[in-house]
């Protein structure tokens, strides 16, 4: 079945860098355009990165333009979400998923705090 393991989050201090990683299987990885969404607590999940199937025309929300970076290993099956300049409103639970939608992950806990 479709599975979407996210992994890498954790506490770090404003100023700080986390790399996510979500594993796939259950589903042809390399045929897929892949997204990273996240929720803070409280609102509603919002798109943060894009990126084709072949790994190409990134796409980012305005909030984290220049300071997040999509890819993905199509030979790992993984996609990343590389985060510099971590923010306070960076503060959420980041879960990977395909376009179109396929069963959600349980997503990685990312807190900016000092």
């Known amino acids: 079945q479709v599975q979407l393991v996210e992994s890498g989050g954790g506490l770090v201090q404003p100023g700080g860098s986390l790399r996510l990683s979500c594993a796939a299987s259950g589903f042809t990885f390399s045929s897929y355009a892949m997204t990273w969404y996240r929720q803070a607590a409280g609102k509603e999940r919002e798109l943060v990165a894009t990126i084709t199937s072949a790994g190409g025309s990134p796409n980012y929300a305005d909030s984290v333009k220049g300071r997040f970076t999509i890819s993905r290993d199509n030979a790992k099956n993984t996609l990343y979400l590389q985060m510099n300049s971590l923010k306070p409103e960076d503060t959420a639970v980041y879960y990977c998923?395909?376009?179109?939608?396929?069963?959600w992950g349980q997503g990685t806990q990312v807190t900016v705090s000092s």
């Open positions: 998923n395909a376009i179109p939608f396929l069963d």
